[in-house]
């Protein structure tokens, strides 16, 4: 498996105006990744309405530091309109156009964070978008996440039934409940059923001990479930104990990124 960081670690460094994307990602070759995750909210310049300069800075850095994009993360449906929602065909339309980017920059997986409540939307909207999909070459990667079950988007996944429709499963949902906004855990037994969908991981961490250890989340049952397995993806490490502890950016990414190392190599 391929191992990197998201550019969401650094937040309190590019928060606070002392980090900017491109440090970001020059950040994370130093450190060792195979490649980057973005959210394109937060790292691209000018989103949602970029320039085509801006986006091949970003993708040109990604490969002349030796990394991939392993995922160019967004969001649909989300302030983009202050009188009304967006409609379907509105979410349809961005939707086709995010695919579209997310090709250009050289990502194989697109995860759109969407509000999939009740799940048949998101199952009609991924449907929508699957000749787009298959057309660039992009996967689109669902995030399960906690507080949601591991069987939240099982429905979507069987009914959808395409490799261009997979999982991106965040850590966050076998966190023990003494992780910061846990209000649930999960059996590690229910991560098993999910890897055939899973394309790429999200690594959660809030906080480390003095081992390098995330105390609440399981690294090595999980990382070693996806070895166990053969799994061929990527994991992107995300550190997200920035909302606590305003503190600089290199010292937890570097030690999330050796956890990865320690359990996934």
Known sequence: MKLGLSL????????AGRMDV???IRKAAEIGCDGVELVAEQHVPGWPDPSLDDL???RDLIASCGMELFCFSCYLGVNIRSDRPQTQDEILHRARNMIAMAAYMGAKIMRPAFNADPVDKLIDLVNAALPTLEKYGVIWGVELHAPHPPSYYQKALEAVDSPWFRLVPDFSCWQGPNAPGQIRTN????FEPLLPYTVHCHAK???FDEHGNEPNTPYE???GMLKDYGFEGSISGEYEGWFIHDMPSEQPARTLFR???RHGR
Do not use: C, K, P, R
Request: glycine share 4%; net charge negative.
């Open 259 to 261: 956890l990865l190392e």
């Open 22 to 24: 491109y440090d970001a």
């Open 8 to 15: 969401y670690t650094f937040g309190a460094d590019v928060h």
């Open 221 to 223: 049952e999980l990382l």
């Open 205 to 207: 961490a809030h906080m």
């Open 187 to 190: 059996e590690l037994s229910t």
């Open 56 to 58: 091949t800075e970003i």
